[in-house]
């Protein structure tokens, strides 16, 4: 009889791919059947563009984030061999640490992504290489939740190994690296949804504008070379990349009149 049996390591491949298979079709669904489908009228006003993203496009968006997907398991393996080669003992480190630590490096886990995504965003704009590295994500002119993990094969492996580095480098608990996943595909989603979620001031401008908004990301993908962060605002207007009628976009996208601001 012929025996199936997995290799160890070899099913917990699959059920990392599984988890993060999960998260981002949970998400990704969610988020389109929220705002699309349930709330379509109540968020039309809050649409950034006029046309949906076709279905064509939703499919080869799915089938890309499903190697990007497989690109993160095989990624995350790589972790695994090391904490048992004993390379990694953050989880333990973390834990015997003062209980603020649990909170302070999930924090400093999210700002440092945001800082590492930034610049990586920007290498892969590098016009050298960007139709190798790059070029897949923005195929999604208009974006849709789907986009979120939808990349070429290099870019997959760049925004996958974040976490494998940082759990490397930094005691952390895992249940801490569960919790900025989790925040990273809600985040992510919201960005690539099309419909404007971030609450606005009464002058027009985002509510909390040290973070990114979907219309922010929006621009992005319209106009390329803009807008590189993910998370916060701050990279962008550091570095001079944040697109200069981003404020203006915004207020059109939630129905406001833009207010000047000497601050702004």
């Known amino acids: 009889m012929i025996n199936f049996e997995l290799d160890p390591l070899a099913r917990h491949w699959l059920l990392l791919m599984a988890g993060d298979l999960i998260r981002y079709a949970i998400f990704a669904v969610a988020t389109w059947g929220l705002l699309w489908v349930l709330l379509n009228r109540p968020l039309a006003g809050r649409r950034i563009r006029d046309q949906r993203p076709p279905n064509a496009q939703l499919r080869s968006e799915f ?46 886990m999210i700002v440092a992504h945001d800082a590492y995504f930034y610049w990586a965003h920007r290498l892969l704009h590098d016009k050298r290489w960007f139709r190798w590295v790059h070029l897949r994500h923005h195929k999604s002119q208009n974006p ?93 207007r550091w570095m001079g990349t944040e697109h200069p009628q981003y404020h203006a976009h915004f207020a059109a996208a939630v129905r406001r009149p833009l207010v000047a601001s000497v601050a702004a």
């Open 63 to 108: 089938l890309y984030s499903l190697r990007s997907v497989m690109v993160f398991a095989t990624l995350s393996l790589g972790a695994t061999l090391a904490l048992q080669a004993g390379w990694i003992n953050g989880n333990a480190v973390a834990k015997s640490w003062h209980p603020a630590w649990f909170w302070i490096s999930l924090m400093l």
């Open 144 to 236: 849709s939740p789907f986009t979120a993990y939808s990349f070429d094969l290099a870019e997959a492996i760049a925004m996958g190994s974040f976490v494998p580095l940082w759990v490397l480098l930094v005691p952390t608990q895992w249940i801490v690296v569960d919790l900025f996943v989790l925040h990273q595909i809600i985040r992510n989603t919201l960005l690539h949804c099309g419909i404007e979620v971030m609450p606005a001031r009464s002058d027009g401008r985002p509510l909390f504008d040290w973070m990114t908004s979907t219309t922010h990301h929006d621009l992005h993908h319209g106009k390329t070379g803009w807008n590189l962060g993910l998370y916060f605002t701050w990279w962008d």
